[in-house]
């Protein structure tokens, strides 16, 4: 059987191609404002000059290796959100007093440009991974925390009262019922919580010219070799793209039902 | 007072139950010396209008809700919260969307600690036993209303309750659907021989299960009447065509019209004063 055109671009396949299209043609669009001097090509670099420079910087720059540090560096962010900020989430709905005397602060905290705290922590823990690290952890750790106590808070009281019918124990309740009730939340928390903790990640290497990407970006554009740090800004991307698509496979892993 | 014969058989007994609740507005009495037995096997629904404490008395048999004045005892066992011989059935959606049918079904026994692959049989028993055989391995989300609680009510079943206590589980369906489940229930529960108590508002579904009737009044929910429905089993929806059936709904009605009314008024007068 043959998909009709309209069927074809509305399937999944059809919108990821149309997706790379459109991007292909912005591209286009740049590199034509470029070429036409509309845009300053001191600003920004030809895309097609990015391009040429992805094997270059892979060649003179060890990207690949740097790529991997940032990786690591935020894997483990990522691993201190899920487990303190999901923990702390849990205690703050545990306990209503502790909830109604934090609650403010973290979503302070969410708001507060923790980057420019690096000096704090490079006199804690020198100027070394563990400094990137802490940073991303502090500046995501807020929305995990604020999304698992309001999905904990959302769960239905029906479920709870199923359980309570059932004589669940207390571990019983959050395990089988609270925590898979509040997991769709508590992943909009993760998610959030991973883009700020990328984004200080490589810009806390970026300021203290340490680490992977971000003092590659440091060195090319201190260098002004625009399309080398462009291109090294496509392996960020490439980062994100990377660890969104892997939280959305534990997702669907923990969430079948969706 | 010497117990009749039932009294004495009485799997249920509910005893002088009362129930105030604290309100900005004052306290108020939901439940007031309400007292019935419910007998092995038999299936009891309570009828009233909105507002009568019909829910307050099914969180109060369900060990859900403490702190009220009398007693509840179920085979001579006072019951204090929950207890494994009452198993309920709740009028919202109560399944586990992230847990397949089978799965949900199975919740009770894994609760209980009963091996994975001995729960699952035992849960696919219960799925067949509503209806459900070939839905064992979908998600709530895939399901109408009326399955849904299918699953909640083969849950249930699943704990091996000794009462089933189902508050308005029909309650969000179309009529067409009630009926063609009270039919399901009344076979379930003659099969089991499942000492059921409902709690309902609507006529029909309390005529067409029951073997007794129970009409509570308004606010403060005291029993007004039991009426007996002496109509044959095994019994399913063709029932509500009979003249017998009519006669018992009318019968209720007139004891509930009155009731309905003074809810309707009190509701009316609430919002009056709300919005003055």
Known sequence: ?258 | MMATPAQADALLRVEHVSKTFATPDGPVKAVDDVSFNVAPGQFVSIIGPSGCGKSTVFNILGGLLGDYEGRVTVAGETIKGTHPAIGMVFQEESTFPWRTVVENVAFPLEIAGVPKTERLEQAAHFVQMVGLHGFERRYPAELSGGMRQRVAIARTLASKPRILLMDEPFAALDEQTRLLLGDKVLQIQQALQQTTLLITHNLTEAVQLSDRVLVMTYRPGRLKRVVDIDLAHPRDSEVVSSDAFGHYVAEIWHDLREEASRGIQDAESQALHRTR
């Open chain 1, 1 to 258: 059987m043959t998909m009709s055109a309209k069927g074809f671009w509305t399937s999944t396949p059809g919108a990821r191609i149309f997706g790379l299209l459109v991007t292909l043609a912005v591209l286009g669009v740049v590199e034509a404002a470029i070429r036409a001097d509309i845009v300053n090509a001191f600003i920004v670099p030809l895309p097609s000059q990015i391009a040429a420079a992805i094997p270059r910087i892979v060649a003179e720059e060890n990207v690949l290796y740097r790529f991997w540090q940032t990786t690591q560096e935020i894997f483990a962010a990522s691993v201190l959100l899920a487990l303190v900020g999901v923990g702390l989430g849990v205690l703050l709905y545990s306990f209503r007093t502790l909830r109604l005397a934090c609650e403010t602060w973290v979503a302070a905290l969410a708001a507060a440009p923790v980057v420019l705290m690096y000096p704090l922590f490079l006199v804690i823990f020198g100027r070394s991974a563990t400094t990137i690290v802490m940073i991303g952890f502090a500046a995501g750790i807020a929305p995990v925390i604020l999304k698992t106590v309001e999905g904990l808070a959302g769960v239905r009281p029906v479920l709870i009262d199923v359980g309570r019918s059932f004589r669940v124990s207390p571990a019983q309740q959050f395990r089988l019922i609270l925590l898979p009730a509040a997991l769709s939340s508590v992943f909009v928390g993760l998610r959030l919580g991973l883009v700020f903790a990328m984004i200080n990640i490589v810009g806390v290497e970026f300021l203290i010219n340490f680490g992977g990407l971000g003092q590659l970006i440091n060195d090319l554009a201190e260098r002004y070799d625009l399309p080398g740090t462009y291109a090294a800004i496509c392996f960020v991307v490439a980062i994100s793209i990377v660890f969104y698509v892997m939280t959305g496979k534990v997702e669907r892993r923990l969430r079948p039902h969706q």
